[in-house]
């Protein structure tokens, strides 16, 4: 058993006693797991673009291109009992949409700094919701909002999921341990 | 009817405003503010009559803020608008003195019925 799974093993035995379960956005999650898989996300990420900004998602059939440039990037923290950097990665053209749905601005209009504000402001919404998921007591960051213009590139480890907003895709990347760099 | 929104978020606090004229409050005043520092200095200037909070905010948060109004004697109508959604935290605020707690993302239905007590 590498140390990995021993921390696992050790924080399963840690909550194993924790026998409520939680009924959320229509599908049961055990807590006592703490585990946020794609489903799971894909479900959070539908909540905040479907319920509250009206614009639909939808699976999406290929990758975020990994040779995109131009891309924003929020990420947020959970940390205490649950430890998670949540990431979003939006491409300008998906950023610039989501933010003109949320100012309820014109098409190309929006200054980049409101541009960031609003996926700042989506990653605060996952990362709220990843962490009323955890009973114990954790702590949310502020977002942390950047542009890119490198090439994507997905660090090892953690889980993602790559989903269509109005047609267009972002991707979603979250890891269970802190990592020094986004 | 005088709203003030306070969050950091541009973003956010445009779409608490839609949402807010959505309700059955309908047309309101709206002043704004992007954290609990400047938050507690519109309270004294435009006194009004709902407050509608976020929690995580810099300089001053949203708890921090309505600890303060409550502790210089303020008794005006709080809510939060967080994407906080643990239970100790709802248990803090509802302590603190606020009327409810909402979770991002909220609808307008659910901003109406948390604020409807307020207004009545």
């Known amino acids: ?182 | 009817m005088k709203v003030l929104i306070v969050d950091d978020s541009k973003a956010m606090r445009m779409i608490v405003k839609r949402t807010l004229s959505q309700t059955d409050v309908g047309k309101c005043d709206v002043v704004e503010a992007e954290n609990g520092a400047e938050g507690l200095a519109k309270v004294a200037s435009e006194k009004p009559n709902l407050v509608l909070c976020d929690w995580n905010m810099p300089e001053m948060s949203g708890i921090q803020f309505l600890q303060k109004l409550r502790e210089s004697g303020n008794h005006v109508n709080f809510g939060f608008i967080t994407s906080e959604s643990g239970a100790e935290i709802k248990t803090l605020a509802l302590e603190t003195g606020a009327q409810f707690i909402i979770t991002k993302p909220f609808t307008a239905e659910s901003l109406n019925s948390a604020i409807s007590p307020c207004v009545a």
């Open chain 1, 1 to 182: 058993m590498d140390l990995k799974q021993r921390n696992k093993w050790l924080l399963y035995l840690n909550t194993h006693s924790w026998q409520d379960h939680l009924f959320w956005a229509g599908r049961e999650i055990e807590r006592e797991q703490m585990i946020v898989d794609v489903p799971t996300m894909d479900q959070i990420i539908s909540n905040v673009f479907d319920e509250m900004l009206c614009m639909p998602t939808s699976p999406s059939d290929s990758g975020l291109e990994c040779s995109v440039v131009g891309r924003i990037v929020a990420s947020i923290r959970i940390t205490g009992a649950m430890e998670k950097l949540i990431v979003v990665e939006a491409p300008m053209a998906t950023a610039s949409l989501i933010g003109e749905t949320m100012f309820d601005a014109e098409h190309d209009t929006l200054p980049e700094e409101e541009i960031r504000d609003a996926v700042g402001e989506i990653v605060n919404m996952i990362g709220g919701n990843v962490k009323g998921m955890c009973e114990g007591e954790s702590t949310l960051s502020l977002p942390c909002v950047s542009v890119e213009n490198s090439e994507l590139s997905i660090p090892d480890g953690g889980e993602q999921t790559i989903v269509n907003v109005a047609g267009s895709p972002i991707l979603v990347r979250w890891h269970d341990m802190p990592v020094a760099t986004v």
